[in-house]
């Protein structure tokens, strides 16, 4: 799975007083710096600027003009300093800009044996100038790793592909427009949310009534286009042989009208009702349909968790990789910091060692088996990874949260639906919080490691309000 190519801008800062060919062949290493990230760079040349950089204010306006017409391009900006830099045009040329993006403040190392007044930086000093200056301003910033890093180290180019990482979710969450299919089921309260707190964020839910769906289906020929390609599709994506052929066109006409309904509203992701409606009226479960649709980066939720997609969808932009919609479902053992992690299931083919298509266990019981069909089953393969949980406090007025990272082991599980051991440091903890403040039972999860650029994000640029459990030491 890959994301798009990332558009950088570049400000490189520049002060009159110390060595100008700093600013000259900093400016060149932080360009090989992105090409070699496979970055696209929008910055000012030689003949827009004194080699390229930002240090008077005319330099300032006519970078941020630049990024101004470049605004549906940029994903975020460097600022590199290679010597002290000018706080003031840095900050100014952000303001002037006004595009809302993520911003990494590096500062090139000084060389011992190059302290003289041809060579000395100064940027270790300069680099907290900036940050001072855009604090001042009101403008979110990221920092890199290490204070000092060099555009060619191997630790700017992790942190490179962090603050990617950071953008992508920031990014990903404006004017972002999220499907509720279906009512929340009754039983299920602890769903609930705000959509007007949402909206106050930039996400919209775009909402349609399983009525709808339905009628829609019912309308649909069993021969048309549509359904057959994606009955096709389901064929190709899990093992269905066990799977009664009317049950199968069911979930091909379900998944067709969800899938035109989506392309026809710009809806990017989605949280779908359940229990018990559709078995009851169209007679499979939508898991399937559910799975391809994160397997394929548009992440789906059930029960109509809109904020549990919004975990899925903040990891899927981190890593580009399929998240999951899980419970926190089962202790393991007497192992405090292991539980089983446990859904029906609709968990994408990428999360399970191996995965057929069967029928819902704990639905049919109710509804009988033949209207049950659809789940998908299997283990989940032992992989490291990250949870997150996003929730609107309507009291409080806020969107808060939580996330953290863990693995899921290779330990023996004998259960239906899809499900996996998962390992957590200091879990009871985490289980402690999680009741302490209310959260829900859903969890999001992605095999990955990126709490950090989602905690980043969410916070920094999206002004949320998280938890980091057992967040590692010296993490911002």
């Known amino acids: 799975m890959t994301n798009k ?5 570049l400000i490189v800062g520049n002060r009159g ?3 100008d060919h700093l600013a000259k062949s900093g400016r060149e290493e932080m360009l090989s710096a992105l090409e070699k990230a496979g970055m696209d760079v929008v910055a000012l040349t030689p003949e827009q600027s004194k080699h390229g950089a930002v240090e008077t204010r ?9 990024f101004a017409r470049k605004r549906n391009e940029i994903d975020g900006i460097i600022v590199t300093l290679p010597n002290f830099g000018e706080e003031r045009a840095i900050a100014d040329t952000l303001r002037w800009a006004g595009l809302k993006v993520p ?6 190392p000084d060389d011992p044996k190059k302290m003289t007044i041809a060579f000395r930086r100064d940027s270790f000093c300069g680099k907290m100038s900036a940050c001072n200056n855009l604090r001042q301003y009101g403008i979110p910033y990221s920092i890199t790793t290490l204070h000092t890093e060099s555009p060619g180290s191997p630790e700017f180019a992790a942190d490179l592909q962090w603050f990617a990482s950071v953008c992508r979710v920031a990014n990903g969450f404006r004017n972002l427009r999220v499907g509720a299919i279906g009512a929340r089921p009754a039983a299920f309260n602890t769903v609930r949310y705000s959509e007007k707190i949402l909206e106050s964020h930039g996400i919209s839910i775009e ?14 020929k069993d021969d048309d286009p549509l ?8 064929q190709q994506y899990v093992d269905s042989s066990n799977v009664p052929s009317a049950a199968l066109l069911k979930m091909a006409k379900l998944g067709a009208v969800v899938d035109d309904w989506m392309q026809t509203t710009e809806v990017a992701i989605s949280a779908v009702q359940c229990w018990t409606s559709i078995e009851e009226n169209l007679g499979v479960v939508p898991c399937t349909v559910m799975s391809m649709m994160s397997n394929d980066l548009l992440s789906s939720a059930c029960e109509v968790d809109v904020c549990g997609v919004l975990g899925m969808h903040a990891m899927r932009l981190a890593s580009g990789t399929p998240s999951a919609l899980l419970d926190w479902n089962n202790n393991y053992g007497s192992d405090p910091n292991k539980a089983v992690c446990f859904h029906c299931s609709n968990l994408p083919k990428h999360f399970f060692r191996s995965v057929k298509m069967d029928f819902q266990e704990i639905i049919a019981s109710t509804v009988g088996k033949e209207n049950t069909f659809g789940t998908c089953v299997g283990l989940i393969k032992p992989e490291k990874m990250t949870f997150t949980r996003f929730s609107t406090d309507d009291t409080a007025g806020e969107i808060r949260g939580y996330v953290g990272e863990g693995r899921f082991t290779d330990d023996p599980l004998n259960t239906f639906g899809g499900a996996g051991v998962v390992e957590i440091p200091n879990m009871q903890k985490l289980l402690h919080f999680i009741c302490e403040n209310g959260f829900e039972h859903h969890v999001a999860a992605n095999l990955s490691s990126v709490a950090s650029a989602v905690y980043e994000a969410s916070t920094r640029y999206l002004g949320w309000q998280m938890h980091w459990h057992e967040r590692p030491q010296g993490e911002c």
């Open 5 to 9: 190519k990332m558009t950088m801008g």
């Open 17 to 19: 007083f110390f060595p």
């Open 58 to 66: 005319e330099e300032a306006r006519r970078c941020a003009e630049l």
């Open 103 to 108: 911003v990494l403040i590096q500062a090139t």
């Open 207 to 220: 909402t349609l009534d399983l009525s709808e769906v339905l009628g829609r289906i019912a309308r649909m």
């Open 227 to 234: 359904p057959q390609a994606k009955l096709k599709s389901i």
